[in-house]
C-alpha cells in the first residue's frame, strides 16, 4: 500500500511500460492505492469485461479504518469451469450502476469504480 501521490508517479512509468496493477482505496477518501505491480496475489491475473463474471467489493477484515479495505471479488453469477475471471475496470459495462456509494478505483490504464461496501447485501457468491 503506497500513497495516492505515490501511485500518481509510478502510474506515469507503469503507463509508459503498457502495465499498470494500481487500485486506488478511495471508499472515503484518497489517501492510498495498492501497488500490485511487485506484490500480489492471482487477483493479477484478474482481467476486465464490459460483461464481467466478478464484481469488487470492500471488505474490513481485523481492521475499521475505512481507508484500509480488503478488495474481495464475489461472483455476479455461476461461473463455468475454465470461465475467464473477469470484472469491469469502468465499472459500466451493460449494467445499472451501483447504488450511489464510496467506491475504491482501479486504475488499470483506465479508472473506473469498482463496487459497493456491501457485498453480502446484494447476494454475491465468494469465488476461490
Known amino acids: 500500500i503506497i500513497t495516492s501521490?505515490?501511485?500518481e508517479r509510478r502510474g506515469q512509468v507503469y503507463d509508459?511500460?503498457?502495465a499498470t496493477y494500481l487500485f486506488d482505496l478511495d471508499y472515503v477518501e484518497d489517501v492510498y492505492t495498492v501497488d500490485a505491480a511487485h506484490y500480489g496475489n492471482i487477483s493479477h491475473f484478474v482481467n476486465h469485461s464490459?460483461?464481467?463474471n466478478l464484481q469488487v467489493y470492500n471488505v474490513f477484515i481485523e481492521n475499521l479504518d475505512e481507508r484500509l479495505p480488503?478488495?474481495?471479488l464475489f461472483a455476479?453469477?455461476?461461473i463455468r469451469a475454465g470461465e475467464e475471471l473477469t470484472f469491469d475496470y469502468n465499472m459500466h459495462g451493460g449494467h445499472p450502476p451501483p447504488p450511489p456509494t464510496p467506491t475504491p478505483t482501479l486504475r488499470h490504464r483506465a479508472r473506473g469504480h469498482a463496487?459497493?461496501?456491501d457485498p453480502l447485501g446484494h447476494g454475491?457468491?465468494?469465488?476461490?
Open 115 to 117: 463496487g459497493s461496501h
Open 5 to 7: 501521490e505515490e501511485a
Open 70 to 72: 480488503r478488495i474481495a
Open 50 to 52: 464490459c460483461d464481467p
Open 124 to 128: 454475491g457468491h465468494p469465488t476461490v
Open 76 to 78: 455476479t453469477r455461476p
Open 16 to 18: 509508459r511500460q503498457g
